[in-house]
């Protein structure tokens, strides 16, 4: 049998685990499943002639509420027929209503990919598109 310092040990374990069954925390199974952010990607026009300017926008939303405070919105352009090409990267703000633009000229005719990287509610999203310069 136990002694006293074996029956005081015994009793804080039981009210310990009979403590911890009581609780109530708040985990993200409480707060229903994760809802991750949609970016929509458009690029207009499609297809442009040199030196023409296209338009980038990226409309940003989380749990059908607009997002215009996103940590980063950037978009990354570059033309894939030239594979020593730069990367360009413009980091643009909100414009309203969770969409984020940047106007670009572009003068070097060639197949591009654009990128918009969006950073917003612990997240990060990445849609692409591609586009022609004639």
């Known amino acids: 049998m136990p002694g006293k310092v074996g029956w005081i040990a015994v009793l804080v374990l039981i ?3 009979l403590g911890g069954c009581g609780r109530s925390e708040t985990t993200a199974a409480d707060s229903g499943p994760l809802e991750p952010i949609r970016v929509n990607l458009e690029v207009t026009p499609d297809t442009v002639e040199s030196g023409g300017t296209v338009t980038f926008t990226a409309k940003v939303g989380h749990r059908g509420e607009n997002v215009d405070d996103a940590q980063e919105v ?3 352009f570059w033309n894939t027929d030239d594979e ?17 633009v940047l106007k670009h000229k572009f ?9 918009s990287h969006v ?16």
């Open 107 to 115: 003068e070097d005719p060639g197949t591009y990919k654009v990128i």
């Open 15 to 17: 009210v310990a685990v």
């Open 74 to 76: 950037m978009f990354e």
């Open 119 to 134: 950073t917003a509610r612990d997240q990060h999203s990445m849609p692409s598109k591609q586009f022609t310069v004639q």
């Open 84 to 100: 020593n090409a730069e990367h360009s990267k413009v980091t643009v703000k909100s414009a309203g209503d969770g969409t984020y």
